[in-house]
């Protein structure tokens, strides 16, 4: 909204400071600070309200250290992170870029399925909340969304990598010109259409989906929906798995953002993308300004979702939260990095389908379910086992740091 403002004033009246608009990282501070202010200083009131109006989480007895002092703790704080994030989005961010467009979309889109999910859990006294047909149904909608908007949008194009001659002439020792041919790789001059995405580890490091698909073009983009519906509802139902402890959910999503960003600011800089010979994405730089806004929001919701939590972000921000990241990672075509990057979610997802089919069957063989953990997700298998919560947390926040710094290194070693 302030960038076409500015950009005016700019142009016509050669406003003093009015050019700092046009850089991505004076608009990706901006929404930083603004996201982090708005929740420290709307949290507080927003708990206040939530708390007059007994919009509280209820908290089964499952016999962890301290469950049950939690109970009546305002839940639904995932709005906070939402309104921080739109804001600073609203004002700094670039609305005729297709890639901001698909970003709000799938902020809304799933806030509003988290929301109804902790709806239906506080004021209709309902545990179990939305039903997960429901939950998958709409996760499934945003991912066929993202999919149709990566095929048919004219602004979403790649600029490929080719292999081109260079020569270079120099002077021999008889003073003689010479010319040596060398292949090397660059940045086609031409931008396409392409349904390619990355591997991390391996020098040539693109995997076009067509090529899985015999070629043919209409199928490689079916595939590709296919692919966008599996990560939107994968990492989603990660994050919401792994909000099961105060400030966890939150600490491990912001290290993930952080590089999201990072590979958004490097795919959609023609000068770092060539050096680092990975694909140029035109646009996908302002998705900076959406990953600073992002994690200021995430930052700023652990002032008061830290040990001992004053407010639980619910569904309506754990749904957001990894619907975003995984809506992130497919517009800048990095969507095979999610398990290494999400590394948390992913334990955190194979605890509970490894729990839940090994009880199955034990129950099935020998009549008696048995278990895997001490309880799924993860972080409760620890919690059982004596560990106290604020380790638990901080030792998974360093981990999902740590899964961070090498997705980083993916970019140099292949």
């Not at 709409?138 to 194009?157: A, H, N, P, R």
Request: with cysteine.
């Amino acid at each position: 909204m302030l960038y076409p403002i500015f950009q005016y004033l700019d142009q016509y009246y050669n406003l003093p400071g009015s050019g700092v608009f046009q850089y991505i990282s004076f608009r990706a501070v901006a929404a930083f600070i603004m996201a982090l202010l708005i929740v420290i200083y709307c949290g507080k009131p927003i708990i206040r309200f939530l708390q007059r109006k007994q919009i509280g989480e209820e908290i089964r007895d499952l016999g962890l250290e301290g469950q049950l002092q939690k109970r009546g703790t305002p839940t639904m704080g995932g709005v906070i992170i939402l309104l921080a994030v739109l804001v600073p989005m609203l004002l700094f961010g670039r609305l005729d870029n297709i890639y901001v467009l698909l970003m709000l979309v799938s902020t809304l889109w799933l806030g509003f399925i988290g929301g109804l999910d902790d709806y239906i859990k506080v004021f209709r006294h309902n545990k179990e909340g939305l039903k997960g047909g429901f939950k998958i149904v709409g996760q499934v909608g945003l991912g066929v969304i993202v999919g149709l908007t990566m095929w048919l949008s004219e602004d979403i194009v790649v600029r490929e990598k080719v292999t081109r001659p260079v020569e270079t002439v120099y002077l021999n020792a008889d003073g003689g010109r010479e010319v040596s041919v060398t292949q090397r790789v660059v940045l086609s001059s031409e931008a396409v259409k392409t349904t390619q995405t990355t591997i991390p580890f391996l020098k040539n490091n693109e995997l076009d989906y067509r090529s899985l698909v015999g070629g043919d073009e209409g199928w490689s983009w079916l595939f590709y929906i296919a692919v966008a519906i599996f990560v939107v509802t994968a990492v989603s139902n990660g994050a919401n798995l792994t909000d099961g402890l105060d400030g966890l959910a939150t600490g491990v999503s912001t290290p993930i953002a952080v590089v999201l960003g990072v590979l958004a600011y490097l795919s959609g800089h023609i000068v770092y993308a060539d050096y680092l010979n990975i694909m140029y994405i035109p646009g996908s730089g302002e998705l900076v300004v959406f990953a600073a806004a992002f994690v200021g929001a995430l930052v700023g919701f652990l002032w008061y979702n830290s040990f001992p939590a004053q407010i639980f972000m619910g569904d309506t921000g754990s749904l957001s939260i990894g619907g975003i990241i995984a809506v992130f990672a497919l517009c800048i075509r990095k969507e095979l990095l999610l398990p290494l990057l999400c590394g948390v979610f992913l334990l955190e997802s194979v605890s509970v389908m490894t729990q839940v089919s090994y009880f199955k069957y034990t129950k099935r063989k020998y009549g008696e379910g048995r278990r895997i953990f001490l309880m799924s997700p993860l972080h409760h298998h620890f919690q059982k086992k004596g560990q106290f919560e604020t380790k638990i947390v901080v030792r998974f926040w360093i981990i999902s740091l740590l899964l961070a710094a090498v997705t980083l290194v993916t970019l140099k070693i292949r």
